[in-house]
């Protein structure tokens, strides 16, 4: 190809002698280079060990290149012009020996590629990035991110700059502008630099537009393809219509790099921010993750998959897209084929009865004649078996098997016993003489392959064979069982899944002389089984064929008759004679002609490839029976051999000649030693099956056979399995030989492959079946198996069987082409359907094999299979790649494979995965072990070092994309609730006016008030308990105590810093008393408190920011702090991170005067504002909410009726007390209710896990709160310390409620395996519930003590409820109840209890209707603690205002509402609460914000992720987000950085099957890099952020095509 780099050209000059160089080479030369070639392809030798030594055999022969070293020339690779190598004539070309990639060349395939290659324009696409250090560990501190479940609550990291939404912001406040301006900046110097290795993707699109560099993108973009017509284009944005409403304030976003400043509001929703300064459809270009993303983009803008069909059915089942057939696709047109008859089998006189008849006529007759000569690795003959020498060794094994080994006086075997026969492929006279032993000794031998280490592939099905044929006994031979694996007793070891065997040795010092008398039974072949030969099934499962001693007879017989044997010939064997054409020809036929077998090892082979053809030149053999692989071999070393003659072969058997790639071997051997004597007509390649024997064999020329056939067939017409000969297109077409005539006494036909096996028509590909009796009889022990395989009845068109005889199915595909010779197209096992269309393995590897540089696979290993994803089979192709190739190289030959395999098959590959050298399973003798292969890849063991997944030009089948319907108004909607009989989804908490209870603070209107109050009437009542991490008591505080402290900090607020009523001021404190004391001070001084985190001193730029944004965002005039923050605060590493001359004035609270205050502020109506509320939403908006005194006091009264609390009562908080409930719990209720608070500061946590727990048990605490952060800490933490827990007596018993405080969805799967887990420990499974509440009211549900006595507790409801719900509905907004584990179903648990005071409903969040009752839609909330508003900059309340006021458009028009931002369903439950009524259960989904919408269908991030986690053991976490309509997936590593590529492809299969999306971007990142709040929930936009902002460090980013 013209494209070609010329450093990769170079590089193959140096490693292949240039032709010119080959031809000087000395011959000893050449074989020492061949013999390297081969250590080296079977890891013999390590490939640096390979170069080294291949260096000194060329440096005398290489000339000196511009005066350069040779020996640096090979490590530099000096560029050369890329017309430096002639091309030389077709076979002269110098090859890497031994490749096994060869049997599948063919230089008219290789020529076809290059041509269908050349007609792509050059494209870019992303090229996957990858960390440094997944080939260089690096130190983990390096790539981990501050830890940030200590950061402070709204992660305010660089990454969430920010930036205020309004139209016009700047003018009136420049230092939020400056300080804006400076995070921006700030932003790009933590880019991370060792996130990629450089790549030319790297630079903005445009940029790269013109650049040479062979990357791929528009892959797609240029193959229309005839039967692909223009598709829509997927990546338009879609309308964010929906959130429009909802965009929040101070929304303090990650502004990606390079952002300039427009006034353009930003969107909330789901970044798709507008387009901008620097920007290319709204991605900053500074970002090489954007530019990436962008490259994806337009390569996906007009991606190739057929048009979608107008169509849209609003039905929950979401209809896959079924692949309608083309109209134009060929279609079978012969008549219906007739079956196929052989000759007759022709009658000899002296016919043996059976096999060991012969073995014993020739061992008594003509015991000198020689039987089998074993070689050794020089090629030397070892050892001579003669049949008398056969015969009488068989008998003395025989005799010992059946009398010299026994258990308790029980003979060990009887007749019909299976036996195991382990031996190495360079001992075929042990073999011999065990397998005729154990048919003398009537027992039934299993040959197997030699185990090598406890883990080969494929072992483990072996023992299942092994198991389920009942062997207990295992021969072998003396060497072999010295070297099988040992356990610690020196016993051979137990291999995984194998039954425990015997090991019998049976060397002649092992076996004895039977006495005089015994004569082994010989019996006439019978239909007892006579020998099991073993194969692995397309699944990788092992299955024993069972051969009986009629049909062993007969197949010796239709072989002698076909390849016309005569007695004494000779026959060279390179096969493996344990099974297979190896076995039937070199152990069996030949024995019944008393022929004579030279038996080649392949170890031999490996060393001389041409030892097979000296030995046929030596012995003058007649017949000899290799591989294509074989054939191609010799070529690479023919060049020495001047004196070989190959005249004397009368049959050269190709034992693949079915493999359709074998004629490229064939063609070239005859080309190259018909010189040496070869006839072109005794090349015979033949077609076998396991199952069926020997299938067809194209005869001897002497048997007057008609020439040997050739058929040119189009790919296209037999992906439809039909045979179409090709005329025009020349590009892809399978060049096949034909492999014989059918057996003698055989009948063949070839039927459907799937379903009935109707009868193909004449011009039809189908699946070969044979009738006869030279064919297996079962499957050993699968009864059901055998029945589908060894008993097929084709049927004719009408249904009447073709025969009365049963067939065997061959799983050959092909058909029977002209002269009756039989074709084959390929085989089932390698059969590959998409979409309709069958593809074949070996075809998609010649194809893979045939692109430049060719030598790029290493050893030509490469394995294509398919995988079943999404109802349709998809195309995997695993390489193992030179150990040299760049990233590069890598990348620009996985991207011409695609273009190539899309061009020659029409087909698109799914994965396309590259593995180090030598690292993919290996079958017995060298080839890939496919299924092992496959099953790694499923199972994400398979490591690869680079992966392209190409899901969106291979997933055709989605569901169509949701069309919105034109929305039902509100009022159609209540009147069909009417008509359908169900009620409006309305429900609310105990009525507070109604309740009595002896509650003296209702009195009050005021916290400071209740304060006072307590102080006067129970000063020394303990309200607080503060722990420290070593579970001590760090310090407490009573009622006067809070007071006394309240009143020097209001004292301090006005004298020294002179505050106005009204002024706000920010409280940045530990969790601790202090906190409590400053917030009450606050409120005696008439000022209003903002309560913030303070930073974190390991990690302030991070922390610091949010800090500064909260005070700068809530106007704060003042900060109070302790005097170690203080310093903190204006330290220099503060400079750093933030201007520090722009705080406000800060005071230390730690050493006040006591002073009393004169007096206690008094505001003037309960509707003023007591406190700020600031949080950063999950999706990074940070949002101040007005909490006015009457919310707050509405708001303890509410919990304290729901949770009864009382002054004597104890409850433990394990929460932060910076916002929401945690807030609220910490610093509000004790005050209020009078009961005693526990405080256990999650922080504390870290050092010590059982804090919380602990602190539980010793308290005898009956009611407390956590966090999910909290409850993963100990769940994870404490998991496997249960017993250490019980032994230190810690006791949950007295738990009746464990409250878990939330803003999202109840995460089910933690809290049961809490429950679980501390269930050992006392704790009730029913204490375990959870909360809900969200930035407009923080306490929307709590589920209060479920435990005890219902008539003593008139406020304990029923337990919370779980429903299953239809994920796919509600992809539809729509609640459909399923039962418990039915597919793509989600549980959902109730959220608690609705608080007294508190009325729900559920709204359309478009048309603002009410809903019906389970029907999905937005909770709006109404109560008297809600909150008044958002607190914003500037003021612009109108804007959020039906945030916090809002009417229903149709029905109850009157009241007011707040909208919580969560989608939800109300349920009426068969259960009744206390007071009869039946109970409504409120289940929320998850956040309006941060759903996500794809292809019209709104999807929750949670369900997602969840999906993701199971994918994978190693996938610690998981977080979703879009970005320009690109799923990307972003997930944490647990485990080595190898393993990095192989979560790529199941992480998009399992989005794929579970939820039918397609992954855009897979990122894999270390542990802790997805940032989580204090509240223990995922910050997916600042993850967003960072990014796009290159920030992440990421171990690997995969862009999926």
């Not at 400043?261 to 929703?269: N, V």
């Not at 031999?604 to 000899?624: E, F, G």
């Not at 499957?779 to 009365?804: A, C, H, Q, R």
Request: proline share 7%; aromatic share 6%.
């Amino acid at each position: 190809m013209a494209e070609r780099s010329s450093t990769g050209l170079m590089m193959m000059m140096m490693v292949e002698p240039s032709p010119a160089l080959a031809l000087t080479l000395p011959a000893e030369v050449r074989e020492k280079l061949a013999e390297l070639e081969l250590e080296l392809s079977e890891g013999d030798i390590t490939q640096k060990g390979y170069e080294k030594k291949r260096g000194k055999l060329l440096a005398p022969y290489i000339p000196q290149i511009q005066g350069v070293d040779p020996s640096l020339q090979v490590d530099h690779r000096i560029q050369a012009s890329t017309q430096a190598a002639p091309p030389t004539s077709k076979h002269n070309k110098p090859r890497a020996a031994n490749s096994r990639d060869e049997r599948f060349r063919s230089d008219l395939h290789t020529e076809a590629v290059q041509a269908a290659l050349a007609k792509y324009k050059e494209r870019k696409m992303p090229m996957p990035s990858k960390r440094r250090s997944v080939l260089v560990q690096s130190s983990v501190e390096a790539c981990t991110p501050p830890d940030t479940s200590s950061a402070s609550e709204d992660e305010g990291s660089l990454r969430r700059q920010g930036r205020v939404a309004s139209s016009s912001p700047y003018q009136a406040h420049p230092t939020v502008e400056h300080w804006f301006n400076r995070v921006i900046q700030g932003s790009s110097t933590s880019s991370s630099a060792s996130s990629t290795s450089s790549h030319p993707g790297g630079r903005s699109h445009n940029a790269t537009a013109g650049s040479a560099a062979t990357v791929l993108a528009d892959l797609m973009a240029h193959t229309q393809l005839d039967n692909h017509c223009a598709p829509p284009d997927v990546t338009g944005l879609s309308e964010r219509s929906l959130h429009g409403e909802r965009s929040q304030v101070a929304s303090v976003r990650g502004l990606s790099r390079g952002y300039t400043h427009t006034s353009s509001t930003m969107e909330t929703a789901d970044g798709s921010d507008a387009g901008d300064g620097g920007a290319i459809d709204g991605v900053p270009v500074n970002s090489r993750v954007s530019s990436k993303i962008q490259q994806l983009l337009n390569t996906l803008k007009r991606p190739k998959r057929p048009p979608l069909r107008e169509f849209f059915v609003d039905d929950f089942e979401e209809l896959l897209d079924v692949q309608q057939p083309d109209p134009n696709q060929p279609k079978p047109e012969g008549v219906q084929m007739s079956p196929l008859h052989g000759e007759p089998m022709g009658v000899v006189t002296n016919r043996p009865p059976s096999l060991l008849a012969s073995l014993q006529r020739w061992g008594t007759a003509q015991p000198k004649s020689p039987c089998l000569t074993a070689l050794d690795n020089a090629g030397k003959p070892i050892y001579t078996l003669t049949y008398g020498k056969l015969w009488t060794r068989s008998q003395k094994l025989a005799y010992t098997l059946l009398n010299k080994l026994s258990t308790r006086n029980e003979p060990l075997l009887r007749p019909g016993d299976r036996v195991a026969l382990v031996f190495p492929n360079n001992d075929p006279v042990m073999f011999m003489v065990a397998f005729y032993g154990c048919l003398l000794a009537e027992l039934v031998p299993v040959p197997i392959e030699v185990p090598l280490t406890r883990k080969d592939a494929g072992s483990q099905q072996i023992g299942f064979l092994l198991g389920s044929c009942g062997v207990t006994l295992a021969l072998t031979t003396d060497a072999c069982q010295k070297g099988l694996p040992k356990a610690q007793t020196g016993e051979v070891a137990t291999f995984k899944g194998w039954p425990r065997l015997l090991w019998f040795v049976t060397d002649g010092k092992h076996v004895v002389k039977p006495p005089k008398d015994w004569i082994p039974p010989i019996r006439d072949a019978s239909n007892e089984t006579a020998y099991v030969e073993y194969k692995t099934s397309k699944e990788g499962s092992t299955m024993g064929i069972t051969v009986s001693h009629a049909a062993m007879l007969a197949h010796c017989h239709a072989l002698t008759q076909a390849c016309g044997y005569a007695e004494g010939e000779t026959i060279t064997n390179v096969l493996d004679f344990k099974r297979d054409a190896g076995l039937w020809h070199g152990v069996l036929t030949s024995v019944m002609n008393r022929m004579h077998v030279i038996s080649i090892p392949y170890s031999l082979m490996k060393v001389n490839p041409l030892s097979w053809i000296q030995k046929v030149h030596t012995y003058k053999a007649r017949v000899a029976v290799v591989k294509s692989r074989d054939m191609h071999w010799s070529l690479l070393s023919q060049k020495d051999q001047r004196d070989v003659s190959l005249g004397s072969l009368r049959m050269l058997i190709v034992a693949d000649g079915a493999n359709p790639w074998s004629i490229s071997s064939c063609d070239a051997f005859l080309n190259v030693f018909q010189a040496r004597g070869l006839r072109p007509e005794v090349i015979c390649p033949c077609a076998s099956s396991a199952e069926a024997m020997t299938v067809a064999i194209r005869r001897p020329p002497e048997m007057g056979v008609p020439p040997p056939g050739k058929a040119v067939l189009s790919m296209s017409s037999l992906s439809h399995s039909v045979i179409r000969v090709d005329t025009e297109e020349k590009l892809s077409v399978l060049t096949l030989q034909d492999v014989g005539q059918v057996m003698p006494g055989a009948m063949v036909c070839v039927v459907r492959p799937e379903g009935t096996p109707f009868l193909c028509r004449t011009d039809e590909v189908g699946e070969i079946c044979v009738s006869s009796c030279t064919t297996g009889i079962s499957y050993f022990g699968l009864p059901g198996m055998t029945k589908n395989v060894f008993e097929t009845i084709p049927v004719t068109s009408s249904g009447s069987p073709v025969s009365d005889r049963p067939f065997t199915r061959t799983s050959l595909l092909g058909f029977i082409g002209p002269d009756n010779l039989l074709f084959v197209v390929g085989k089932m096992d390698g059969l590959m359907v998409v979409s309709g269309r069958r593809h074949n393995a070996d075809d998609v590897v010649a194809t893979a094999l045939a692109v430049e540089p060719m030598k790029f696979v290493y050893r030509g290993r490469i394995a294509v299979f398919s995988v079943c994803v999404l109802h349709d089979e998809r195309i995997v192709v695993v390489a193992e790649q030179r150990p040299d190739a760049s990233e590069e190289d890598s990348f620009q030959w996985m991207s011409r494979v695609l273009q190539a395999i899309d061009s020659i098959h029409q087909v698109g590959v799914y994965c396309l995965a590259l593995v180090p050298a030598n690292t993919l399973p290996k079958a017995p003798l060298g080839g890939i072990h496919i299924s092992e292969t496959k099953q790694r890849f499923l199972e994400g063991a398979l490591h690869p070092c680079n992966v392209l997944m190409c899901p969106h030009t291979c997933v055709t089948n989605l569901p169509k994309p949701r069309q919105k319907q034109p929305e039902v108004g509100p009022a159609s909607m209540i009147v069909g609730n009417l008509v359908a009989g169900k009620r409006i989804a309305q429900a609310c908490g105990r009525d507070v006016a109604q309740l009595e209870d002896n509650d003296q603070a209702r009195k009050f209107l005021y916290m400071q008030d209740v304060l006072q109050w307590r102080a006067q009437a129970t000063p020394d009542h303990p309200l607080f308990l503060l722990l420290n991490a070593k579970g001590t008591v760090a310090s407490t505080a009573s009622c006067v105590q809070i007071h006394k402290r309240a009143e020097r900090v209001a004292v301090a607020l006005m004298e020294r810093g002179r505050l106005n009523t009204g002024d706000h001021v920010a409280l940045v404190y530990p969790p601790g008393i202090d906190l409590i004391a400053t917030f009450y001070g606050c409120l005696y001084a008439g000022c209003v408190p903002v309560t913030v985190r303070p930073p974190h001193p390991q990690n302030l730029a991070t922390t610091l920011p949010t800090v500064k944004m909260i005070v700068e965002v809530s106007k704060s005039v003042c900060i109070l702090t302790t005097q170690a923050i203080m310093k903190l605060l204006k330290s220099k590493e503060a400079a750093a991170a933030v201007d520090v001359k722009t705080w406000p004035m800060v005071l230390d609270t730690d050493d006040l005067p006591r002073k009393k205050l004169p007096q206690i502020y008094k505001p003037p109506t309960p509707e003023m504002l007591a406190y700020l509320d600031f949080s950063v939403s999950t999706t990074g908006i940070l949002a101040g909410v007005k909490m006015s005194h009457a919310a707050t006091s509405a708001l303890c009264r509410s919990i304290k009726l729901q949770c009864e609390l009382y002054p004597s009562r104890q409850i433990a908080i394990c929460l932060d007390p910076y916002c929401g409930l945690g807030f609220a719990l910490w610093c509000l209720c004790s005050v209020y209710s009078g009961h005693q608070s526990i405080l256990v500061p999650p922080l504390e946590l870290e050092s010590n896990v059982s804090l919380w727990l602990s602190a539980v048990s010793q308290f005898k605490v009956r009611v407390t709160f956590c966090s999910y952060s909290v409850m993963e800490m100990c769940t994870k933490g404490l998991g496997s310390q249960t017993e250490a827990l019980r032994l230190r007596n810690v006791n949950l018993s007295c738990v009746r409620t464990c409250m878990v405080v939330a803003e999202e969805r109840p995460r089910i799967a933690l809290t049961q395996s809490f429950s679980k887990i501390f269930k050992d420990l006392g704790l009730s499974p029913r204490a375990v519930s959870t909360t809900f509440g969200c930035r407009v009211n923080v306490a929307i549900c709590l589920q209060p003590n479920r435990l005890g006595n219902l008539a003593e507790q008139g406020t304990a409801g029923p337990d919370p409820t779980t429903v299953y719900v239809d994920m796919r509905a509600l992809r539809h907004d729509r609640v459909r109840l399923v039962e418990r584990g039915s597919p793509h179903s989600l549980p959902l648990m109730e959220s608690g209890k609705i608080l007294p005071g508190v009325k729900v409903i559920i709204a359309n969040t478009e048309t603002k209707g009410p809903l019906g009752d389970s029907h999905l839609g937005e909770i709006w909330v109404s109560s008297p603690h809600n909150a008044t508003g958002y607190y914003t900059v500037y003021g612009e309340e109108a804007l959020h205002a039906d945030h916090f006021c809002t009417k229903l458009s149709f029905g109850d028009t009157q009241t007011v509402w707040a909208r919580t931002g969560y989608l939800g369903f109300l349920r009426r439950t068969e259960l009744t609460d206390a007071s009869g009524e039946r109970h409504d259960a409120l289940y929320v989904v998850g956040s309006l914000d941060e759903t996500l919408e794809l292809r019209g269908m709104r999807y929750h991030p949670i369900d997602i992720e969840t999906s993701v986690i199971r994918a994978h053991k190693s996938i610690a976490e998981c977080a979703v987000f879009t970005w320009t309509n690109l799923l990307v997936v972003v997930v944490e590593l647990e485990g080595s950085e190898q393993e990095a590529l192989d979560l790529v492809a199941l992480v998009t299969n399992v989005v794929l099957e579970e939820h039918f999306l397609i992954v855009g971007v897979v990122v894999v990142v270390d542990p802790g890099v997805i940032p989580i709040n204090s509240r223990g929930e995922k910050q997916r936009m600042h993850l967003r952020d960072g990014f796009l902002a290159d920030q992440l460090d990421p171990i690997y980013v995969a862009y999926n095509m």
